[in-house]
Structure formats: structure tokens, C-alpha cells
């Protein structure tokens, strides 16, 4: 079967984790770096034998396109490709708002286009215990996940690092309606309007509680997803897993293009919303704007 033909849209720290990617899976090539930077996309596209580019229309006759490029971006960049009809992989968050990640979810949804949203956490195969748990009722989840400052942001850490969890704890509890949000934060980035940490807590109509922390101002990187049904616990260290969540996604991406059914894309799609609504309502009750360009 042909390789799929793969640009990749950014040629930064998680373009270039995509392009590694790629590059080790018999299914794809990436045929073309697409960056605003030109310097920057040659470099990147030189170490995979690509063609880089700064115009987005170098990528509308690939097979699909990862957009890997800062969230301001993300809307813009597919939504062009959407309605050319190539198949996109945004990272998270999809977009920089709400009703933008509505906008593209919808625009997808009405041309029937494959729409992924980087929820690479969904694949971390050291999730296989607490998914063995959630076979009997899940009472109560705990999840930490923080890190150093990195080098650029552009959303709220809700809406950066937050989103991963909120992801896997509303999958994990499937129909189970919210009830009660709480949600307070302690630190605050002084150059932009957005904290730097987040305690949150959910509660289910079931009576099942998530309990959650992100931050982007620790000193150690920690990934931590604790599930509790009755009197059995499972923790799982995201951080220290076997295996590649990257690859898994990007062979999932691969899969819904040359197999998926109209239902296993508009599935794909439905799935990305939810985390990206509830990290809205956060947001809103702690009082963050979602991104800064």
C-alpha cells in the first residue's frame, strides 16, 4: 500500500516529535515542513528528506496534514485544509476558543472530513489499568499533572495541560452527568492573562468526584492518573509508560483515513468537544482567557 503523504504544518518542539513520527512508521512519508519561518521549516524538513515551505497551499494536495503550529493558528490553518478536502491532526487545544472549536468541528461535521484533536493521552498504554478498572464503577479518580515552565505559551494552563485529564476522566465516566464544578487557582502569570496552576473538582451525578491539579510552574515533571472503584485503587504514571502514545495516534490517524467509516469519523469528531466545553466553563470560573496571540 502507498505511504501516505504527510505535510507537517509548524516546524517547532512538537512539529518536531510528529516529523519523528512519521518518519519511523512504514504507513506515511512526510513530503513537506510548512512554517511561517522558513529557516526553521528547512532545517526540519532536511532531516526528513521533505520540501519545505511557508504557504499552506503546499499542503492541499497531501494525504493528510498535522498542524502542529501555535494554537492562534490552529483555526485558520484548518480550516483551510478542511475544505480542500485533506484530512487534519490540529494538537491540542483545537482551537484557541470555544466557539472556534465549535466552528471547526461543525465544518468538518458537514463535509464529513476526518478531524482529530492531539489527545495523545488516550493511547498512553499505561492507562490499560484504570481502563481494566472503569469495567466496574469508577467512585472516584485523582490526577496530577505538572511540570517546569516552558519556553512559549499561548493558552491558559487549563486549556494546555489541564485538557489532557479532563479528556480521560470524561471518557472514563462516559454518560455520567456533571454536577458540580469547583475550580481556584493559586498562581498567576504576571504577563499574561491566564494562572500558571489549577485545582479543580467534579462531581457526577453517580456521586463519582475527579479530583485535579495542573500546573506549569513546578519544579518536577509528574503525570499521575489515579482511579478508585470501592476498595481497589489503580495509578498509573503517564510519564513513565511503555510504548509510544505519539505513534498509536498517529497510527490511529492513519486508520481512520484509509478504513474509517462515515460513523468512526463522525465519532472521532463527536469525541473532541466535551473536554474542550468543560475546560471552558473552568476557565470561566476561574476567570482565564483562553489564548493570546
Not at 109 to 126: A, H, I, S, W
Not at 136 to 147: D, F, L, Y
Not at 172 to 197: K, R
Request: include cysteine; aromatic fraction near 4%.
Amino acid at each position: 500500500m502507498t505511504p501516505l503523504r504527510i505535510a507537517l504544518v509548524g516546524a517547532g518542539s512538537m512539529a518536531t516529535k510528529h516529523a519523528a513520527v512519521v518518519a519511523a512508521s512504514t504507513t506515511a512519508r512526510t513530503v513537506v515542513v510548512i512554517d511561517r519561518n522558513p529557516h526553521r521549516a528547512a532545517y526540519l524538513a532536511n532531516q526528513h528528506g521533505a520540501a519545505a515551505a511557508s504557504d499552506l497551499d503546499d499542503a492541499l494536495d497531501c494525504d493528510a496534514a498535522i498542524i502542529a503550529t501555535s494554537t492562534p493558528n490552529h483555526r485558520d490553518a484548518a480550516m483551510m485544509l478542511l475544505a480542500a478536502g485533506v484530512p487534519v491532526l490540529v494538537e491540542k487545544p483545537l482551537a484557541s476558543t470555544l466557539p472556534e472549536v465549535q466552528e471547526l468541528i461543525a465544518v468538518a461535521d458537514r463535509l464529513d472530513r476526518v478531524l482529530m484533536c492531539g489527545f495523545v493521552e488516550r493511547f498512553n498504554p499505561g492507562l490499560n489499568p484504570i481502563i481494566r478498572l472503569a469495567r466496574s464503577a469508577i467512585t472516584s479518580v485523582q490526577t496530577v499533572r505538572v511540570g517546569p515552565p516552558p519556553g512559549r505559551v499561548h493558552s491558559s494552563v487549563v486549556d494546555d495541560v489541564l485538557l489532557h485529564d479532563l479528556d480521560l476522566v470524561l471518557r472514563l465516566f462516559g454518560n455520567d452527568q456533571l454536577m458540580e464544578l469547583d475550580a481556584q487557582t493559586d498562581h498567576w502569570d504576571e504577563g499574561a492573562p491566564w494562572p500558571e496552576t489549577v485545582h479543580c473538582r467534579l462531581v457526577f451525578a453517580s456521586g463519582a468526584t475527579a479530583t485535579m491539579h495542573a500546573s506549569r510552574v513546578a519544579a518536577v515533571r509528574r503525570r499521575r492518573f489515579t482511579a478508585t472503584s470501592g476498595s481497589t485503587s489503580r495509578a498509573a504514571d503517564l510519564a513513565d509508560a511503555v510504548g509510544n502514545p505519539l505513534a498509536a495516534q498517529f497510527q490511529h490517524l492513519v486508520e481512520l483515513i484509509r478504513f474509517g467509516t462515515s460513523d468512526d469519523r463522525a465519532a472521532e469528531r463527536a469525541s473532541i468537544l466535551p473536554a474542550h466545553e468543560l475546560a471552558d466553563r473552568i476557565g470561566s470560573a476561574i476567570g482565564a482567557t483562553s489564548c493570546i496571540p
